[in-house]
């Protein structure tokens, strides 16, 4: 199975977030081929998740799990840390009170 390339799984997953009147944005441009991605959920209230996408080798499918959450000055400083190893790295920060980020939708683990 072809995978997507970075870029364009950005661009669907922002106007899925759009379509949800879900406010998100690009805070950091990584590879636009092979570039790992990074979403950072804020929920407003001064805490935050960030999640990544992990590879389950026993069901050989994709997922997004919580890479680290709490406050959010210690969750940006989790993620410049991966951003320091990873100069490809996308992240994307969605703002959403209730704690959407449609992560968990069908047709995003990809």
């Given at each position: 199975m072809a995978r997507l390339t970075a870029d364009f799984w950005v661009r669907a997953y922002l106007r899925r977030l759009q379509l949800a009147d879900i406010p998100a944005f690009v805070t950091a441009h990584g590879d636009?081929?092979?570039?790992?991605v990074l979403v950072k959920l804020s929920t407003l209230d001064g805490?935050?998740?960030?999640?990544?996408?992990?590879?389950?080798?026993?069901?050989?499918?994709r997922?997004?799990?919580v890479l680290t959450e709490g406050e959010e000055p210690a969750v940006d400083a989790a993620i410049a840390r991966q951003k320091s190893f990873d100069p490809d790295l996308w992240?994307?920060?969605?703002?959403?009170?209730?704690g959407r980020h449609l992560l968990d939708e069908d047709g995003l683990s990809g």
């Open positions: 636009d081929t092979a570039g790992a805490r935050a998740q960030a999640f990544q996408r992990s590879f389950d080798l026993m069901s050989g499918t997922a997004w799990v992240v994307i920060e969605v703002e959403s009170r209730d």
